[in-house]
């Protein structure tokens, strides 16, 4: 008779343990999911700042290092009267900067492929007055990017019979994001000038848009015919 109440006992002992651990499961589980769009919320603008950042140093270790290109990268012809005549880039110049631009930003993004992000505990919680509060959890994160580039050009009145014509490039940013709480895909999009040049006098009304191919120049080059 002892030795069975001795087994019913040990018997409900191992159950209580093991309902106990279940409990504690399910409530790690469901807390985990309840984490898990913060946590994604939270890589993802990681993800972005950290891409930003490399391509804002990227473009600007480039532009200095064709200082001379770009400087030399947009042509501007006036009439015998000092009216002007047309605004052309080159070509060349400008797939030769977005094309380094575009490499140097792939190649750095490569090295920043493992990161991690801290989010307070309470932040986590989802309750809103406890946002910000507790300390903090980290977790690994790692992306891949992929940047494409593309080029345009802006016509913008500065001033009295003065406008500034730039030349800009287009990074769009493609990033797949990798969390404990699973995988998602977000984008950036900046652009930067390349050159621009300041047209004095009045600009003629006649705009012709020229468009390049995939091979020469994605985007557009302004031709300012002078106005009859």
Not at 3 to 11: D, Q
Not at 134 to 150: E, H, K, N
Not at 168 to 185: A, F, K, N, Q, W
Request: hydrophobic share 45%; net charge neutral.
């Amino acid at each position: 008779m002892n030795k069975r109440r001795v087994f019913l006992r040990r018997r409900r002992r191992r159950l209580q343990v093991f309902t106990a651990i279940l409990l504690i499961f399910v409530l790690l589980v469901s807390a985990f999911f309840k984490c898990r769009p913060i946590l994604t919320t939270f890589a993802e603008s990681q993800a972005v700042w950290t891409a930003t950042k490399i391509a804002n140093s990227t473009v600007a270790a480039v532009l200095e290092q064709y200082a001379d290109v770009c400087q030399n990268m947009i042509k501007v012809t006036y009439t015998e009267t000092a009216q002007l005549s047309s605004v052309i880039p080159n070509t060349a110049s400008v797939n030769e900067v977005r094309t380094a631009i575009t490499d140097r930003a792939m190649s750095e993004m490569e090295k920043f492929t493992s990161l991690s992000v801290s989010v307070p505990i309470g932040t986590l919680l989802g309750a809103d007055w406890l946002s910000g509060w507790g300390p903090l959890m980290t977790f690994p994160i790692s992306f891949t990017a992929a940047v494409l580039s593309d080029v345009s050009s802006s016509l913008e009145a500065v001033g009295m019979n003065q406008s500034t014509y730039r030349v800009l490039v287009h990074l769009d940013i493609h990033l797949y994001v990798v969390t404990p709480g699973g995988r998602s895909t977000v984008g950036a999009q900046v652009s930067y000038p390349m050159a621009e040049a300041v047209l004095l006098g009045e600009v003629p009304d006649n705009l012709t848009e020229v468009y390049g191919d995939d091979q020469t120049l994605l985007g557009k080059i302004f031709d300012y015919g002078t106005a009859e």
